[in-house]
C-alpha cells in the first residue's frame, strides 16, 4: 500500500520543515495511514454546474480494491441513462497508471492513453489522472512552508507528477494540523497557474478509526464551473477481489 | 457494527440486477429518388428496441446477460427484424479461469474505417454499411489469464446468415440479394461447427494478440442465379490466422493488423491489411474540448472465387471531437477513398442529449464515385439520417 486516495486520507500531525525528504516522509505516512481499509464500495451523486449555476446531475457506483502498488478502483456510470453502464478501471502502476473505459454504446473497451489522462472524466472538473490513487512513488513530494486554512493552521505538502501526461505542473495538499485531516488540494496546471480547487467536507467515521469524506467540491477557477460528489453508502471490507478489477471483466 | 453491515448490505445488493437500454425513432432521408424502379421510399422512417438486462451475482461470480433487440421499419420488410444480440452467462472462478457460453458479440479489431480481422460474429447488414451492427453469435468459450496475457477459445456451433436489404429497401445492390437461401460449402449447412483461439498480451505501453480461426466465412460470396433475378449467397469454409497489434504513447496510438486466409476447399488465398494511428488533442482552442484523429489504409488482395472487398486499398481519415459538456456533445466525421477507383464515402455526425433520459442525433451520409468501383451502385443512396433516443 503505497498510495493516497486524497478525499480518503486522514491525517496526523506533521512537522513543519521544507526539505524534499521530509516530505516524501509524510507522504509515505499518509499513504500508511490510509491502509487496511481491503476495500469499499460507495454511491456517488456527481453533481456539475457551469458558470451560470446549471446543473447535470450522474450517479456513479464506486468500488476499490486496496493493492500494494496502488489501489484499484472502478467506476460505472448509473445515470444519464445513456452513460448508464459506462465504466473507468484504473490500474496504478509503478511507473504509469492504466486505465481502460468501456463504452456501452459501443460494446467496447478503450485504453486511456497517457496523453488523455488530462481530460474532462464524465464532462466534470475532474479529469482521469484525479480518478485514481495518487502513487507516494509516482511524485516527487516537498513540504512546503504552513500556511493558514481559515482559523486553523495547515501543513503543505507539494506533489510534483514524474509520470507522462499529467495535466499538472503539482498539486498542493491541504492538511489540517486541528483536525489532521485533509482540507483541501489545490491544482496548479502545466502553465503553473492555480487551474482548480478540491475541498473536501462532511466526514464520516466509516468504521472504527476510518474517515472518510463525503462531500468533494471540484471549482474550476478559469472557467468558474463546478464539480461535486458527494459519497452515500459508503462500506468497507466487502470481500472484494482482483478478479473484479480485470479488464477482461469490462466487455 | 451494525449499520456498517447494514449499509455494505444494501449497497451490493443493487449490483444483482440492472437494466439499461434505449428505444428510438430513426428516419432516413434519401436525396434522390429509388434508382430501381422496384425500391420505395424517399423517406423512411424506424422504430428501434433494444433493453440491455443484467444479473450479477455480487463479487463477480457469474453474470447474466439477455439483450434483445429489434428494429420495425417502414418501407423495407427485411429491415424490420428481432435478434439477440447478447443472451448469456459468464462465470468466473477464484483462479483465472473463466467460462461463457450462450449468445455474444467478440470484436478484435481496433480499427475505425474497418475490421479487418474480426471473424467471429456475422454483420447484421441492414442496420448500417458500416459494419458495426454484429449479429449475436451462439459460442461456448473458456479463458485463462491475468491482465498481461490471456487465451481464449470459442467453439461455435452454428453461422448466422447475413442481413441484406430487401428489392424494395434502399443501399442495395442494383440486382437484388437472395439472403433468405444461402449456399453452404459445407454439408451441415449452418451447422457446421467453427473455432478460434486467441492470445493477447498486454503490457503498459502495447497489445499484441494472434488469432486462429477454423470454419465457415462470416462473408458471403455472391452467385448469379439463373431462375431469380437476385443474387444468391453462398457461405465458404475459411482458415484464417491474424496479427493485431497496437502501441501507445503519450498522445499516438499505433495499431497493425493482418490477416491471411485460405478459402473453400480448394485453399484460394488471400490476404489483407492495415496500419493506422490515433492522436488525441485536449483543450482544443483553449475549450474544454478534445479531439481524436484517426487516420488508416487498408488493403485487401483477394482472387476471384472469394467473397468480394470494398476495402481493397483505402485510406480513411476520422475525426471525433467531445465537447466535454454536461449534454455529452459529441461531433464525429469520417471519409474513405479507393485509392484504385476513387470512389468516396463520407459521413458527418453529431449526437447531444436533450435532457436526462433523451438523446437527439442527426448524420449526413455521402458516397461519390463512378462506375468502375465495386461500390459504385451507392451513388445514388447518399442520404441523410436522424434520431430521437430515449434510454432508460
Known sequence: ?251 | MMLFALLGASALAQDTFSTRGRAAAESRVFVTRPPRTAQRGGVTGSLVGEPDFHWKKPKGRWELRLTPFFRADSHDFARTHVDLRHAELKLRGESNFRFAAGIGQFRFSTMVGAAPIDVINQTDQVEDLDGRAKLGQPYVQVSTGDSELQVSAWYLPYQRARTFPSLEGRLRPLFGIDAANPTWESVLGAWHPSGAIRVTRDTSWMRVAGTGYAGISRDPRFIAQFTDARVGVAYDRLHQLSVDAAAFSDVVTFKVEGATSWWRADHLFSWRASAGLQTIHQGLFGSRADMLLFAEYHVDRRPIGTPVTTNNNDVFLGMRLAHNDAQSTVWTAGGSVDLTTGFLSGRLQLDRRLRDHWVAGVQANAFLGSRIATEWWLGGESYLQGHLSYYF
Open chain 1, 1 to 251: 500500500m503505497n498510495a493516497i486516495l486524497p478525499l480518503l486520507a486522514t491525517l496526523f500531525a506533521a512537522p513543519a520543515a521544507a526539505a524534499n525528504a521530509e516530505g516524501q516522509e509524510l507522504a509515505t505516512k499518509l499513504a500508511t495511514a490510509n491502509a487496511g481499509y481491503a476495500d469499499m464500495v460507495a454511491n456517488i451523486d456527481m453533481r456539475l454546474a457551469d458558470a451560470k449555476g446549471r446543473e447535470a446531475v450522474r450517479v456513479l457506483r464506486m468500488s476499490v480494491l486496496e493493492r500494494e502498488g496502488g489501489d484499484y478502483s472502478l467506476l460505472e456510470f448509473q445515470s444519464p441513462a445513456d452513460l448508464k453502464g459506462m465504466v473507468l478501471l484504473s490500474h496504478p502502476g509503478k511507473d504509469t497508471d492504466q486505465q481502460w473505459l468501456y463504452l456501452p454504446a459501443l460494446d467496447r473497451t478503450q485504453r486511456i492513453t497517457s496523453g488523455r489522462i488530462s481530460s474532462s472524466f464524465g464532462g466534470s472538473e475532474f479529469a482521469y489522472e484525479d480518478m485514481t490513487s495518487i502513487s507516494v512513488d509516482k511524485h516527487s513530494w516537498t513540504l512546503l512552508e504552513p500556511a493558514a486554512c481559515g482559523e486553523a493552521q495547515c501543513t503543505r505538502l507539494q506533489a510534483e507528477p514524474r509520470y507522462e501526461g499529467s495535466g499538472y505542473q503539482r498539486r498542493v495538499l491541504w492538511l489540517s494540523d486541528d483536525s489532521r485531516r485533509l482540507e483541501h488540494v489545490d491544482f496548479y496546471g502545466r502553465d503553473g497557474a492555480h487551474q482548480k480547487t478540491l475541498t473536501y467536507d462532511d466526514y464520516v467515521e466509516v468504521t472504527q478509526g476510518v474517515w472518510r469524506a463525503r462531500d468533494w467540491t471540484m471549482v474550476n477557477h478559469r472557467t468558474q464551473r463546478k464539480t461535486v460528489l458527494h459519497f452515500d453508502q459508503i462500506a468497507l471490507g466487502n470481500g472484494l477481489t482482483v478478479a473484479e478489477f480485470s479488464p477482461e471483466v469490462l466487455d
